[in-house]
């Protein structure tokens, strides 16, 4: 195979890792809380550094596999989405872009969201998921009681979550999340939220990767034709 397809399919597997990743951006634009996902580019060189930090003696690579670009990180972009009012009690909105609501799935695992559009369902306060909305001291909230006050939030780096759908996040070090017992001053009651994805930029970012892709896939038909080509002149010498 000639060398030069490598970094091209490289480049090809690339834009559909950020086709996948800005398709979900975009189908998210109007999700309350939803916060964008990143994709950061390297090139074989930066594994082949931490494979040596690592110990790992790697097999031996050419010149042109070390430069082949690959995904780096997958990263989320904490860039707070606008805030609107909507007139109702049970929506709630964060001050702060490192504050989550406290959620319990139907496993028992508390998890954090920042989509604050809650519902009374039997008796007690859920999210748009059914999850149920923790006090902060990740105790199940009455319908009966004054949510505002009671509704639990927590603080950490996004680092330290995992996306793991359902607008909700699972917590990786629970040693390095804050706990706020009083939630006055982070908690805007009767607002929302919306999402930090500006769908006008990510449609122009999909129809980047959509020509990258193309792009690559063109030059590799033009290598192959032109193998192709100079095959049929030797073999006819």
């Known amino acids: 195979m000639n060398q030069g397809t490598y970094p091209l399919a490289a480049s090809m597997i690339n834009q559909i890792n950020r086709l996948d990743v800005i398709s979900n951006n975009l189908a998210n634009s109007r999700t309350n809380g939803f916060k964008e996902d990143g994709l950061s580019e390297g090139s074989f060189n930066n594994y082949l550094k931490k494979a040596q930090e690592q110990n790992f003696t790697p097999t031996n690579i050419n010149t042109v596999l070390n430069t082949v670009p690959k995904i780096d990180t997958k990263f989320i972009v904490s860039e707070q989405g606008s805030i609107v009012g909507t ?140 193998s192709k080509t100079l095959v049929d002149k030797l073999g006819r010498t």
Do not use: C, W
């Open 87 to 226: 007139g109702n009690n049970l929506d709630f909105a964060l001050v702060e872009k490192d504050a989550f609501f406290k959620v319990q799935n139907d496993q028992g695992e508390i998890l954090l969201t920042r989509d604050g559009s809650f519902h009374s369902l039997n008796g007690q306060l859920v999210n748009g998921s059914g999850y149920t909305v923790l006090s902060a001291n990740d105790d199940p909230i009455g319908a009966d009681e004054g949510f505002g006050t009671l509704v639990g939030v927590a603080k950490t780096d996004y680092s330290n979550l995992e996306k793991i759908g359902n607008n909700a996040y699972r917590i990786k070090d629970q040693n390095i999340v804050e706990n706020l017992g009083d939630n006055e001053n982070s908690v805007i009651q009767s607002s929302l939220e919306k999402s930090n994805v500006n769908a006008v930029q990510t449609m122009v970012s999909l129809i980047d990767a959509h020509r990258r892709f193309a792009q690559s896939q063109k030059a590799i038909e033009t290598i192959g034709q032109a």
